[in-house]
């Protein structure tokens, strides 16, 4: 069988990762074609997978003037230039995957999803989280009544002190106008995770959350407006200093390099590194900067059942993963991402399940826990063979959970609780579940 082809529309760190399964398996998977305004990354790009010349493309608007160029399309642009491109492929008849969210804008959201259900696209959208070892063995405990039914669900997001500074008070996620608010940007997959765990549709939510550190008034005394010309007693104790975060750590260690390689677009050098944080936006103050987007958020959630969830996502963690804890009528589980331990009431003993996969592709340092690798092979294989009953993501369902997310960002706008419209039930989430092997082109089109 010949491989699957690609086409990667944003040559950046997602669209990296997702093109890395095409170097894993070239049996699989092979990418013939770029689109993307950056040169260095778009030469990048092409010379790690052999693209020629003429398959290089500056937009997604050239790539589509040139007919269909490839079996399906990953579109890894900025959270607001998500609608254009898909609109302009999806009738090329590519499929198509989509970085996360869908769209900053709840009707550019509801026009994507038509969009693809009319031209019938394979389509999904990338909420890695549902593809994890993890959550694929958490989901089978869970439907074999390990605990009992659902009653209540605590999750925790730990963003991270320097992840926030970096990604959402100095990088591209910092300002909702110019991409999309906190919890839409970094938690929808959480959001719909929760749904696929609990199993129910959400029928209330309620939200708090503000902007609380990294701010104007919070700024030290005597602090410069760049971290590079900080007087050093100020700096010095400084946590988010752009100095220690990136030239500080240079070359130490592989989030260290990731990082500088973004701050310096692909450079990466010491050099290029230096003048970035001197004159570019990652050498800002975290106290001087542009960022309107909260740095803590709790969503309440009710579901039918009724279940109820709440949700945490906060900038004031170390570096570490998601917890979660679920509560039963039987027993109760309780999972850091890595290991499930599972109590049963009767027998007052725990089991505990441990998903760390020795190959390294499926470890919580592989790629959102292995979910970036498992996601591409559940979408390489289904536009293989045209069965899609391994994608968790699809149109509908991401809808669905993105109704939520607009819906907790309004309460917290609001200080009210937001009711959720009844809509149709998708208890399972697969794009078509129990009806076997089926044409790629109808999948998008089964949960109406």
């Known amino acids: 069988m010949k491989p699957v082809t690609i086409a990667i529309i944003g040559a950046g760190k997602r669209g990296e990762a997702y093109a890395a399964y095409a170097k894993r398996h070239p049996e699989e998977l092979r990418v013939v074609a770029v689109a993307e305004p950056r040169a260095l990354l778009r030469k990048r790009m092409a010379d790690e997978h052999c693209i020629p010349p003429d398959a290089c493309f500056e937009s997604y608007e050239d790539l589509a003037c040139h007919g269909k160029l490839a079996d399906m399309v990953a579109i890894c642009t900025q959270d607001r230039l998500h609608l254009a491109p898909v609109e302009a492929l999806a009738p090329k008849g590519y499929a198509i995957l989509l970085e996360k969210p869908l769209s900053p804008d709840p009707e550019e959201c509801e026009r994507i999803v038509e969009c693809v259900k009319r031209h019938g696209c394979l389509f999904a959208v990338c909420h890695v989280l549902l593809y994890t070892d993890l959550t694929r063995e958490l989901h089978s405990l869970l439907r074999k009544g390990a605990i009992g039914e659902i009653v209540s669900v605590q999750h925790l997001e730990p963003v991270g002190w320097w992840h926030q500074a970096h990604s959402f008070v100095r990088g591209n996620w910092r300002n909702e106008e110019e991409s999309s608010f906190m919890l839409l940007a970094k938690s929808c997959h959480d959001i ?220 917290r706008k609001s200080g009210k609780v937001v009711d959720l419209p009844l809509g149709a039930k998708v208890l399972d989430r697969r794009l078509h579940a129990n009806t076997g092997r089926q044409d790629a082109g109808a999948a998008a089109t089964v949960l109406h």
């Open 192 to 411: 719909d995770w929760l749904r696929h765990i609990v199993g129910r549709p959400c029928r209330r939510v309620s939200s708090f959350g503000s902007l609380r550190h990294f701010k104007r008034s919070e700024k030290p005394a005597g602090a410069s407006d760049r971290c590079w010309t900080c007087p050093d007693e100020v700096e010095s104790g400084c946590p988010y200093s752009a100095k220690r975060i990136y030239h500080g750590n240079f070359g130490r260690d592989k989030v260290a390099d990731y990082l500088n390689d973004i701050i310096t677009e692909g450079v990466g050098t010491w050099e290029a590194v230096e003048a970035a944080l001197k004159s570019g936006p990652y050498g800002r103050c975290v106290y001087e900067c542009d960022n309107d987007v909260v740095d803590h958020q709790t969503v309440m959630l009710e579901y039918e059942g009724p279940v109820t969830a709440t949700f945490t996502m906060t900038a004031f963690t170390p570096s570490m993963h998601r917890t979660a804890r679920i509560f039963g009528t039987r027993g109760f589980i309780e999972t850091d991402f890595v290991r499930i331990k599972v109590y049963d009431f009767l027998t007052e003993k725990e089991e505990v399940f441990d998903t760390r996969v020795a190959s390294g592709a499926s470890t919580a340092a592989s790629g959102h826990g292995g979910g970036d690798y498992h996601l591409m092979k559940a979408f390489v294989s289904a536009v293989a063979t045209g069965d899609a009953s391994g994608l968790w993501s699809g149109p509908d369902a991401t809808l669905e959970s993105h109704r939520t997310v607009f819906a907790a960002e309004e309460s």
